[in-house]
């Protein structure tokens, strides 16, 4: 019996694909413990920009979200998203940095830590592997899915095989532009399950309309775990939904075991906070429509709408089709990244540049130069030396892993908010989010003063009688 199991999404990368990650933890507290009864092989709750929308825009403090989720659901597996040497945050971290962080996600609750690379550079992964063995907690790896000339299943295989090497629990391949087909899918599972030994996972978008068929085919090939989510918030650039799939394999060899009843309560909760949101505007139907042009333009489609509207910006509009054209060349000329985050935005920001202009690379970004440098770690293609040569300058080129340059860094960030510290979990929030994190320390003192003032009025009304 080949039991597939299931990853629930809901709590993360739902709510991050469609409504700017703006569900609130009072919002998530009523339905946690019906959701513990379900029997997921795991919850995703944090990683991703839970984080930084929690300190940004929620006034929440990520780690007490973390702790709270993990008393109501004590029998569920906690997973996070992890952007390898970046952690959380939008640059490179000192090892010390990320090791702690590391050890304080796990004792704050989460036991599984989905690790990835933008490049699939397998260096920017091997210290968040390393700690979070240490920890014991479930390191997977998950590889960031591409399409292009390079990306064969060879070279899929080739990189599983070395996650598997370096100490991965698990596998997952992570396909955030919903690029994959359903029979591409499967023959890259089968070939993927060929090379490697341990577990693979399955996360897709439904983006272009074929999340559901991806997974079923993936199961069909041998896949181990997919990712869903609860139907009020799947579809669109959510998941594939949670019930749907459970239906679908019910009463087959990949039956997932888990009860239909038990999920349709947990989905009248969320069908109520989706109409909550979009009556508040929060959830734009337009992210719930199909849109099949990444499949067309092989770019995300988040990619395609911010390339537009730079060109809108600049009164080039008209100038689309031949941005999309020279997309490919930039990535080409730039050693092939993958199109996630952040290179997406570097290579499409760079692409509107060489068209607008009328002369390719005559106004270069900082993050383009970044990129070619080697900053962002090793390109999955090397990169031309005159090319190189010609974007960065006299500038030294990083051909070693980036964060080997970056010395150790956690007591300095330490001394540097002190003032601001109340747990020790704050020097990391602190050390990803600096002033955002400074902003939040601000208003939660603000709210003690306030509430240590109020009982201290109480206590001066009480009198004796």
């Excluded at 469609?18 to 609130?24: D, Y």
């Excluded at 994190?437 to 004796?464: G, L, Y």
Aim: proline share 4%; net charge negative.
């Amino acid at each position: 019996m080949a039991q597939v199991k299931v990853t629930e999404t809901v709590l993360r990368d739902a709510h991050q694909s469609l409504i700017a990650t703006r569900m609130t933890l009072d919002e998530m507290l009523p339905i946690l413990p019906e959701m513990d009864k379900v029997g997921f092989y795991s919850a995703e709750v944090w990683g991703g920009a839970t984080f930084d929308a929690c300190l940004r825009f929620l006034d929440e403090d990520p780690w007490e979200r973390l702790r709270i989720i993990r008393k109501n659901m004590p029998n569920t597996k906690l997973q996070m998203l992890f952007r390898g040497q970046n952690m959380l945050g939008y640059r490179h971290y000192a090892d010390d940095v990320l090791e702690y962080f590391v050890q304080k996600s796990v004792a704050n609750g989460i036991d599984i830590i989905r690790i990835f690379d933008a490049l699939n550079d397998i260096r920017n992964l091997q210290t968040a592997i390393t700690a979070a063995k240490k920890e014991g907690a479930h390191a997977q790896i998950a590889i960031s899915y591409t399409t292009g000339d390079v990306f064969t299943n060879e070279y899929y295989m080739d990189y599983a095989k070395r996650c598997e090497d370096a100490g991965a629990d698990s596998i997952c391949i992570k396909d955030m532009a919903a690029l994959l087909t359903p029979y591409n899918t499967a023959q890259l599972v089968k070939d993927i399950k060929s090379v490697v030994k341990i577990p693979i996972q399955l996360h897709t978008h439904y983006t272009s309309g074929l999340a559901s068929m991806c997974l079923l085919k993936g199961v069909e090939a041998g896949a181990d775990i997919i990712d869903t989510a609860m139907s009020p918030l799947a579809l669109g650039t959510s998941h594939a939904p949670t019930e749907s799939m459970v239906a679908a394999l019910q009463g087959t060899e990949y039956d997932t075991g888990l009860d239909l009843i038990q999920l349709t309560k947990v989905r009248g909760y969320f069908m109520k906070l989706r109409e909550k949101y979009i009556k508040s505007g929060q959830l734009d139907p337009k992210m719930l429509a199909t849109d099949a042009n990444a499949l067309i333009y092989q770019v995300p489609g988040g990619m395609l709408s911010n390339l537009l509207s730079q060109l809108k910006q600049a009164g080039k509009e008209d100038q689309l089709e031949e941005v999309l054209k020279e997309v490919p060349r930039v990535r080409k000329d730039s050693g092939y990244p993958p199109l996630v985050t952040p290179t997406s935005q570097i290579v499409g920001t760079q692409a509107v540049f060489n068209v607008i202009t009328g002369e390719r690379y005559k106004t270069v970004t900082k993050e383009f130069k970044g990129l070619v440098r080697g900053e962002y770690g090793k390109t999955p293609v090397a990169i031309d030396p005159e090319f190189r040569k010609k974007i960065i300058g006299d500038t030294d080129p990083i051909d070693c892993r980036p964060a080997d340059l970056i010395k150790p860094e956690l007591d300095t960030i330490r001394k540097e908010c002190a003032e601001w510290l109340t747990q020790d979990e704050d020097v990391l929030s602190y050390a990803q989010f600096g002033q955002v994190a400074v902003k939040f320390f601000e208003k939660r003192r603000d709210k003690m003063f306030n509430i240590d003032a109020d009982h201290a009025d109480k206590a001066n009304n009480i009198h004796p009688v």
